[in-house]
Each structure stands twice: as C-alpha cells, then as structure tokens.
T-cell receptor, first 116, second 111 residues
C-alpha cells in the first residue's frame, strides 16, 4: 500500500517571498503520478501541478514548481512570488498508474498562510 | 461546461437514516471516485469506478454503497447513517491522462 506524508501541518510566508512545502511517499511501484492539490477556504479542490514518475524533468506551472527526487521518494512544491490568493490547504497525492488506476492516496495536508 | 456536480452541498441526518449523495460529470470521464475529508486525515478513498458497471472498494468503504449504471453518474449511498460518517464528501472524475477534477463537496452532519 502507498503512503503519503506531509510533515508540515502549517506554514506561513510573506507576500512575494518563496515557500517550499514538503511531501514524502512510500511505494514499491515504479510507474505512478504525483500531484499537488490546493484547497482554499471555498473547499474546492484545485489541481496545482502533476508529475509523472518516469519523467526526470521537474514539472512547472507558472509560479509553482516541484522538486521530484524519485530515489528519495520526495516531492516538494515550491511557490515563488507568493500571493495572498495562495492561502489554502495544500495536499500531496499519489496515484499508481496501473490496474488500480483511479485511486488517489492523499497526505494529511499543509495549511499555508500568505501574509501581506 | 459544468464539470463535476455534487448535490446536496449541505445535509443533516439523524442516526439511522439513509440518503444518497449525487454526483454527475459531463466530461465523459471513465474514472470516478468518492472521498471523505476529515480534519488531520486528508482525503480518504471510499469507493471508485473505472467505468460503467465496474466499481471497487477504497480505503474506508464500510457503511457506503455505490453503483455506476452510466458513465455520467456515480451516486454514493449511506445505508444507515452514523455520527462517525459526519464528514465532507468529495466526488471526483478523471480521464486516463489528466488528473482528477473534483466536485465542490457535500458537508454531511449526522446527529
């Protein structure tokens, strides 16, 4: 079974600064996806970024980028030029790419607060 | 394009009552799932489906039933509500390539 661990229950950052959220996972599989989801106070789950395990290049989406270390089973999210709208709960998630496709395993979440 | 639509958004049930949480998607996605979100525990998978007529259990399936008679709909049934089922419930759908799209959630309170 896969497990996903987010060791930072809460983080805070000043507007315009950079913050990194940590995520580690445990799996014996080699072919999988990793995701970061954002959940603002509205409760909506929003996909931030996705990484395929076989791709060595780290994914980027505008101000969001990941540091994917497959051997270390680490998947951190870096938010550059933080904005007040980035305030949210962030979830790291794992999905095996195989016969059990469709089963997302989530971490416990990190609450990020961006201060003006 | 509505995406994933969940109804109702809020519900209060008495212990022992049954109800169905509705979920519909208009993106022709094959994969659909139900999750529950509890404080400090992230989202946990209840049931999922890889296509019409095919469902399977997730991490926390007890007390819930699902069926998938069409590609679009994936209702979640609570058979006999218990206070432990007080939670926020999310339905999500995906195709094979893009990652999940989530509904806006249902906040369920069982008293």
């Amino acid at each position: 079974a896969q497990t996903v661990t987010q060791s930072q229950p809460e983080m805070s950052v000043q507007e315009a600064e950079t913050v990194t959220l940590s995520c580690t996972y445990d799996t014996s599989e080699s072919n999988y996806y990793l995701f970061w989801y954002k959940q603002p106070p509205s409760r909506q789950m929003i996909l931030v970024i996705r990484q395929e395990a076989y791709k060595q290049q780290n994914a980027t989406e505008n101000r969001f980028s990941v540091n994917f270390q497959k051997a270390a089973k680490s998947f951190s999210l870096k938010i550059s030029d933080s904005q007040l709208g980035d305030t949210a709960m962030y979830f790291c998630a794992f999905m095996f790419k195989g016969t059990s496709y469709g089963k997302l395993t989530f971490g416990q979440g990190t609450i990020l607060t961006v201060h003006p | 394009n509505a995406g994933v639509t969940q109804t109702p958004k809020f519900q209060v049930l008495k212990t022992g009552q049954s109800m169905t949480l509705q979920c519909a998607q208009d993106m022709n996605h094959e994969y659909m799932s139900w999750y529950r979100q509890d404080p400090g525990m992230g989202l946990r998978l209840i049931h999922y489906s890889v296509g019409a007529g095919i469902t399977d259990q997730g991490e926390v399936p007890n007390g819930y039933n699902v069926s998938r008679s069409t590609t679009e709909d994936f209702p979640l049934r609570l058979l006999s509500a218990a206070p432990s089922q007080t939670s926020v419930y999310f339905c999500a759908s995906s195709d094979w390539n893009y990652g999940y799209t989530f509904g806006s959630g249902t906040r369920l309170t069982v008293v």
